[in-house]
């Protein structure tokens, strides 16, 4: 049923504290205008910071819309506070999201399950420290080298020449948690919403950098978005059915996001996926929503009709 909250208290969760912040007050204004324009008179912004948090505990609304970004918004920790306070939320539970925000396990997941994605290794502080302090290393390049557990390419460094390992161990390190590498797929990059398990379209993503990081995302207008994606459609076929089966290994619902690269043999391998897609001017995910003649308004509403506890959910 379209519009199933109207009448309710609705808590659009923002900010917070991870690095992302910036993105996640973007989402949570533009979550906050569209629920305004649809006539929805009780919504509550609740920046998640512990502060917001305590005061959301204290009188919890009847929903949660939640647009955070990284950190304890999309690690499960919020949801799990969620959970006890019985107060049904947008996006994965906690499971998924703890298994798709923590890249080592995400891709772990998909090998189990025969999904391709790129070799990685995984590196403690303890190791990456113990590197840089060494005068030489030799660097397996090229490769990606990326915190485990960020998002919104926060940290990543796209790795060429070995002179720029150490440069992109230090920016990982900046963010919490190990530090992974990863081998570099040369090729198109991809992205695919979902909502509910099912494909929302794919999008090739050409920026106008060598690599698509946090300013080609959010700050870049020359970042060009194909879509739909100029691929046959048994490729397209291919990668829609890929990213639902990494959807379900990961355990995710609601609306997610693939992040994929295409090889030069058009092969496709899993990066991760994201549980709370930005939903910035610049995002992808509303972006498909509009190729399906969805505005945004009405995308909003559709998330918030599928607020779920995990409590709820029968599985098996």
Partial sequence: MVGT??????AVLYGGVSDEREVSIKTGEAFHFALLSLGYKKVEMVDATGEGLL??????PDVALLALHG??????????????????YTGS???????????????SLFRMAGLPTPDWQVLDRARVEQILSQPDIDAQVP?????????????VTLVREADQYYGALEAAMRCPGPVMIEALIEGRELTVGLMDGQVMGIIEIAPDRNFYDYKAKYQDPKTNY??????????QQEIGRLVQEANRVLGCRGVVR??????????????????????????????LARGSGIEFEQFTEMML????????????
């Avoid at 990066?271 to 509303?286: A, D």
């Fill in 5 to 10: 909250w109207r009448s309710s208290r609705v």
């Fill in 55 to 60: 005061k959301l505990a204290s009188n919890p």
């Fill in 71 to 88: 950190g304890l918004g999309e690690n499960g920790s919020v949801q799990g506070m969620l959970e006890c306070l019985k107060v049904p």
């Fill in 93 to 107: 539970g906690v499971h998924g999201c703890a298994t798709a925000m923590n890249k080592d396990t995400a891709k």
């Fill in 143 to 155: 490769c990606v080298v990326k915190p485990v557990t960020s998002g919104s390419s926060v940290g």
């Fill in 226 to 235: 194909l879509m739909p994606a100029p691929i046959p459609d048994r490729l």
């Fill in 258 to 287: 693939a992040d994929l690269m295409l090889d030069a043999e058009d092969r496709p391998w899993l990066l991760e996926v994201n549980t709370t897609p930005g939903m910035t001017e610049t995002s992808l995910v509303p972006k």
């Fill in 305 to 316: 009709d599928n607020a779920r506890l995990d409590a709820d959910l029968q599985y098996g």
